[in-house]
Structures are given as C-alpha cells and as structure tokens.
C-alpha cells in the first residue's frame, strides 16, 4: 500500500498571500495525484488531477506539481473562501486508493 | 448536472448491519466505477470499497473486509454497501464517489453519517 504524507499537517497564512502545501508518496505514483478541497460539513471537492490539470471551474490560482513521489499545491493569492482542508490521493496503484492525511489551511 | 444522493445512514449498535444507498444522475451510471470512501468525525478520509461498472472487479479495505459488501444496480443508477457486524471503529460519515480507470474520484455525493453506538 503506498503511504500518502502531507505536510504541514496546519499551515497558517493571511489572505492576500502565497500557500504551499505538499504531498509525499512512499514509491512513485508518476502524475497520477489528485487534491481534493474539503469545507466543514461539505464533501470533498476535486480541485486538481494529473498532478498539474485543474478541475472544471477551479480558479486559476490554484495550481498544481510535482510527479513522481513529491508534489506541491499552491494557491497563489488566498481568498476567504479557500481556507479549508486539503488532501491529496494517489490513484496510480491501487486497491487501495490513498489518501493523504490533510492539510488544514487556517487564517493568520 | 451529475449528482450523487446518499442515503441509509443512522444510528446502530454494535453487531447490527446498515444498507447504505447512492443514486446517481446526470451520467451514463453503467459506465463508471464507483467508490465508497468514509470519514471518521475529525478525521481524514479512508477509502472503502470499490466496485467497477459492470460489477466484475470489486476490492474492499481490509479494515472492512469480510464485513461490508458493495453491489451496484446499473438499471436504478444506484450503487449501495451493506454493512453488517458493525464495529464502534465504523462510526463515520460515508460518502460515495465515481470514478474510471486511473482518474480521480470525482464527483462525490453529501455524505450520509453512521454512528455505531450502544
């Protein structure tokens, strides 16, 4: 079973700003790598596949990269509305499909 | 618009069995795979089950397996799981998600919440 690691597990930033979050595979998952933005009370929504491909209606300031084993989300100039939970999941080899354990994106 | 609808959800006590339900709209149900992926409360997201679209390829976590069966009925566009020998560790809100072969999990429904509870 491959091993999702996100980090940090809480990432404080203010709006206007830059945020980074990353997703570590314990083997290659090549771009096969989704993250997913989870509000409270809300499901998951897919934000990104293919490691770097935004989903249909997913703002530009959201971008994604990396292959391989280390992946990166950035958000480039947060907005009220993007501070949420972020996971990530790897869908290269599976059963099972794993997820990361998340990263929670707060206000500073 | 595509849609998923869970339903089934509730509160059982430990040992007893539960039939979740998902109902699909908007897309050629017959022609995805579907998941079944739950949330502990407070906690990250644990794929369950899966099963593919004409229901020849099924795979189950081991947490779950042996306990939980997943099935499908393409003519109701509807996916279930029926869970027996519920366990405390089981508590937590089940949601379902389509997908195909190596592409993310996309769209997912609301989510239903079991408790297991005495």
């Known amino acids: 079973e491959i091993v999702m690691t996100q980090s940090p597990a809480t990432l404080s930033v203010s709006p206007g700003e830059r945020a980074t979050l990353s997703c570590r595979a314990s083997?290659?998952?090549?771009?096969?790598l989704a993250w997913y933005q989870q509000k409270p009370g809300q499901a998951p929504r897919l934000l990104i596949y293919?490691?770097?491909t935004r989903a249909t209606g997913i703002p530009a300031r959201f971008s994604g990269s990396g292959s391989g084993t280390e992946f990166t989300l950035t958000i480039s100039s947060l907005q009220s509305e993007d501070f949420a939970v972020y996971y990530c999941q790897q869908y290269n080899n599976w059963p099972p499909d794993t997820f990361g354990q998340g990263t929670k994106l707060e206000i500073k | 618009e595509v849609q998923l609808v869970e339903s089934g959800g509730g509160l059982v006590k430990p040992g007893g069995s539960l039939r979740l339900s998902c109902a699909a709209s908007g897309f050629t149900f017959s022609s995805y795979s579907m998941n079944w992926v739950r949330q502990a409360p407070g906690k990250g997201l644990e794929w369950v089950s899966s099963?593919?679209?004409?229901?020849?390829?099924?795979y189950y976590a081991d947490s779950v397996k042996g306990r939980f069966t997943i099935s499908r009925d393409n003519a109701k566009n509807s996916l279930y799981l029926q869970m027996n020998s519920l366990r405390a560790e089981d508590t937590a809100v089940y949601y379902c998600?389509?997908?195909?072969?190596?592409?993310?999990?996309?769209?997912w429904g609301q989510g239903t919440l079991v408790t297991v509870s005495s």
């Open positions: 293919g490691a770097s």
């Open positions: 099963i593919s679209s004409s229901s020849s390829y099924i």
């Open positions: 083997q290659s998952v090549s771009s096969n």
């Open positions: 998600a389509r997908d195909k072969y190596q592409q993310p999990f996309d769209p």
